[in-house]
C-alpha cells in the first residue's frame, strides 16, 4: 500500500500565495502519476493538476492554469503545488492522489477514478 499526507493548506487572503506539499510512503515504487483534487463545500471533487514520474508530463485544470504549478521529488517521494494568485474560488480541501499505472506511460490521469490511493486532505481558504 502506499499512504499519502498532505500539508501545508490555511488560510490566505485573495492574491496571495500558498504550498502544499505530500509525501509519500510504502510501495511508492508502483506509483506513477501524481495529482492534486479538491473540494469545496457541497460541490463534486474536482481535478486541479497531475505530474507523471518522470515529471516530463504534467495537466491543469483551466481553472488554475497559470497560476498554479506542480512539482515533484522522486528521491523524497514528494509532490508539491505552489498556488499563486489565489482566489476565493480556490477554496476547498485540497487532496493528493497517486496512480498505479506504469512508468513507462506519460499519459497524465485527470480523472478521480484513474488514481488508486488518497490523502486525507488539506484545507485551503481564501478571504476576499
Known amino acids: 500500500q502506499v499512504q499519502l499526507v498532505e500539508s501545508g493548506g490555511g488560510l490566505v487572503q485573495a492574491g496571495g500565495s500558498l504550498r502544499l506539499s505530500c509525501a509519500a510512503s510504502?510501495?511508492?515504487?508502483?506509483?506513477?502519476?501524481m495529482g492534486w483534487f479538491r473540494q469545496a463545500p457541497e460541490k463534486e471533487r474536482e481535478f486541479v493538476a497531475a505530474?507523471?514520474?518522470?515529471?516530463?508530463?504534467?495537466s491543469y485544470a483551466d481553472s488554475v492554469q497559470g497560476r498554479f504549478t506542480i512539482s515533484r521529488d522522486n528521491a523524497k517521494n514528494t509532490v508539491s503545488l505552489q498556488m499563486n494568485s489565489l482566489k476565493p474560488e480556490d477554496t476547498a480541501v485540497y487532496y493528493c492522489?497517486?496512480?498505479?499505472?506504469?512508468?513507462?506511460?506519460?499519459?497524465?490521469?485527470?480523472?478521480?477514478?484513474?488514481?488508486?490511493?488518497w490523502g486525507q486532505g488539506t484545507q485551503v481558504t481564501v478571504s476576499s
Open positions: 505530474i507523471t514520474w518522470s515529471s516530463e508530463s504534467t
Open positions: 510504502g510501495r511508492t515504487f508502483i506509483t506513477n502519476t
Open positions: 492522489a497517486a496512480d498505479r499505472a506504469s512508468r513507462r506511460s506519460e499519459k497524465v490521469a485527470v480523472a478521480a477514478y484513474d488514481y488508486d490511493y
